[in-house]
């Protein structure tokens, strides 16, 4: 069982930046799909950004894509999202998830059913 840990919200202006870090409690050893998604309150999940953790290669919804950055370091088990040129409608919870065994996709952004496993979030709060 994997436990993911997240941290590094909280509140910024319009136009400021957070990074978030989510730490996994084992190495990702298998290619697998990590990453991140969020809830604002009344809306559902929706995906941020996510890696494939076998070629590395990203994905990004089209909201965030020139602002955020998803990074890893293997080293440390963990999974960043820099977070820059913030917008009141970046206001959500943010999760980190992970989808063992299955390579990442465009699509999967949408489909935060696939992921089985996540973490219990951070409060993202951004005003104008």
């Known amino acids: 069982q994997v436990h993911l840990v997240e941290s590094g919200g909280g509140s910024a202006q319009a136009g400021g930046s957070l990074k978030l870090s989510c730490v996994t409690s084992?190495?990702?050893?298998?290619?697998?799909?990590l990453g991140w998604f969020r809830q604002a309150p009344g809306k559902e999940r929706e995906g941020v950004a996510v890696?494939?953790?076998?070629?590395?290669?990203?994905y990004y919804a089209d909201s965030v894509k020139s602002r955020f950055t998803l990074s890893q370091d293997n080293a440390k088990n963990t999974v960043y999202l820099q977070m820059n040129s913030l917008k009141p409608e970046d206001t959500a919870v943010y999760y980190c998830?992970?989808?063992?065994?299955?390579?990442?996709?465009?699509?999967?952004?949408?489909?935060?059913?696939?992921?089985?496993?996540w973490g219990q979030g951070t409060q993202v709060t951004v005003s104008s």
């Open positions: 998830a992970l989808r063992r065994g299955y390579y990442c996709y465009r699509e999967i952004l949408m489909a935060a059913g696939k992921f089985g496993y």
């Open positions: 084992e190495s990702i050893d298998d290619r697998s799909c």
């Open positions: 890696v494939d953790t076998g070629t590395g290669g990203t």
